[in-house]
């Protein structure tokens, strides 16, 4: 027993790569995720702040730093397949919860463990700081897609993830901090004049001007 342990695997998470059995020019692992995840969430957040939102930051970094730490049990599973079905997504959870509750009661001493089980649970959740989490997950995952399609990857599933990332995007317009991405953000992103990027500006602006015609 012993936090030796956890320390350990903050290491073996910087060898589980992001969307598997693809190939990629640049590869993410769930460790860089994580770190890219709390950065954006605190850029959110701070815009979120500057409306005259109330954000607890503590519960946001917690949420932030920890919400895929459960991918060292399970590696990270091609999110097609993890929301097929809402039944399939609620076994997946509790898989995760069932080996992470084993890890802690193996390796941390009994006054840590509560803790840490909050930290490590679902972190996506109707308050602020789950949907800011919600929003820079996606926003990550829309920069990997984007990554490989400025560098000519010719694997459809990148547009397909970047189409969905944005949809899910959009969902959070009612929050400042997205408006900021979508009007600010996202125009910067369309705007560079690239040729491999002619496509990402029709999905975007295709998804755009439908969310505005609701």
């Known amino acids: 027993m012993g936090i030796h342990k956890y320390f350990q695997s903050l290491s073996d998470l910087e060898g589980i790569y992001r969307c598997p059995g693809v190939f990629k020019y640049q590869e993410h692992s769930v460790a860089s995720h ?17 409306h005259g939102k109330e954000v607890d930051w503590k519960t946001l970094y917690e949420r932030a730093m920890n919400h895929d730490y459960s991918e060292l049990f399970t590696g990270d599973i091609k999110t097609p ?15 995760e919860g069932s080996m992470t509750r084993e890890f802690l009661n193996k390796e941390f001493p009994p006054e ?12 996506k959740d109707g308050s602020l700081e789950g949907k800011i989490l919600s929003v820079a997950d996606k926003i990550d995952l829309l920069y990997e897609a984007y990554g490989e399609i400025q560098k000519g990857n010719p694997e459809p599933l990148f547009f397909q993830i970047y189409k969905e990332a ?28 690239t040729a491999s990027q002619s496509k990402i500006k029709d999905i975007t602006e295709h998804l755009l001007s439908e969310d505005a015609a609701k």
């Open 166 to 193: 944005l949809e899910s995007i959009i969902q959070f317009r009612d929050m400042d901090s997205v408006m900021y991405f979508i009007n600010v953000i996202l125009k910067e992103m369309i705007e560079e004049e």
């Open 34 to 50: 994580s770190f890219k995840v709390s950065t954006i969430a605190q850029f959110l957040a701070t815009v979120e702040d500057q």
């Open 81 to 95: 397949v993890k929301y097929a079905l809402p039944k399939l997504r609620e076994l997946f959870r509790q898989v």
């Open 112 to 123: 840590l463990r509560e803790v840490y089980q909050e930290r490590f649970r679902e972190g």
